[in-house]
T-cell receptor, first 116, second 116 residues
Framework: GAGVSQSPSNKVTEKGKDVELRCDPI?????LYWYRQSLGQGLEFLIY????????KSGLPSDRFSAERTGGSVSTLTIQRTQQEDSAVYLC??????????????FGDGTRLSIL | AQSVSQHNHHVILSEAASLELGCNYS??????LFWYVQYPGQHLQLLLK??????LVKGIKGFEAEFIKSKFSFNLRKPSVQWSDTAEYFC??????????????FGKGTKLSVKP
């Protein structure tokens, strides 16, 4: 079946511009997670959605980062006024039910973001 | 705060050699433990997981891991590696109680290179 889909796969933008990253989870998965993978930092948790609400945004690095999820499905991660330190691979994962943490998470291919 | 340590940054082995990748975590409560693998150019895939029960868990492709609670460890093993096992391996943990949001805390990863 279809896995987690992320777009774009690559994004190059100038410092100061806004970017939007999209995640389409596996159908029926109520939990959705955003992570960031950068050199030297490994994989860091950003935000968690259960349905359309985000009970935990504690991983968002600054107020330039925001995310939303609509219809219990697609999520967008927005980074405003991008900085060079935002360059990373942004990964999305979904799981059947985030209320049971033993549900395995399924990852997308990620969006590689490069800030010039 | 929870953290995960992977002891080796890069491991180089010849085919048929045995593999053990170390993983230690710090968290005082019940945990769920995971190993994910990222083959070159592919997304993160679940290799195996431990939730409860037998501390020796078997995953795909001949991998296994042993949870040793007293050592806060979850080391990954394979008796005989193949060239196709060349990949990056990530250990991850989340809080293992019901109602948890399930976001994963990852180690920084270990790159495995297998020489044919």
């Amino acid at each position: 079946g279809a896995g987690v889909s992320q777009s774009p796969s690559n994004k190059v933008t100038e410092k100061g511009k806004d970017v939007e990253l999209r995640c389409d989870p596996i159908s029926g998965h109520t939990a959705l997670y955003w992570y960031r993978q950068s050199l030297g930092q490994g994989l860091e948790f950003l935000i968690y959605f259960q349905g359309n609400s985000a009970p935990d945004k504690s991983g968002l690095p600054s107020d330039r980062f925001s995310a939303e999820r609509t219809g219990g499905s697609v999520s967008t991660l927005t980074i405003q006024r991008t900085q060079q330190e935002d360059s990373a691979v942004y990964l999305c994962a979904s799981s059947l039910d985030g209320g049971y943490s033993n549900q395995p998470q399924h990852f997308g291919d990620g969006t590689r973001l490069s800030i010039l | 705060a929870q953290s995960v340590s992977q002891h080796n940054h890069h491991v180089i082995l010849s085919e048929a050699a045995s593999l053990e990748l170390g993983c230690n975590y710090s968290y005082g409560g019940t945990v769920n433990l995971f190993w994910y693998v990222q083959y070159p150019g592919q997304h993160l895939q679940l290799l195996l997981k431990y939730f409860s029960g037998d501390p020796l868990v078997k995953g795909i492709k001949g991998f296994e891991a042993e949870f040793i609670k007293s050592k806060f460890s979850f080391n990954l093993r394979k008796p005989s590696v193949q060239w196709s096992d060349t990949a990056e391996y990530f250990c991850a943990v989340n809080a293992g109680y019901g109602g948890s949001q399930g976001n994963l805390i990852f180690g920084k990863g270990t790159k495995l290179s297998v020489k044919p």
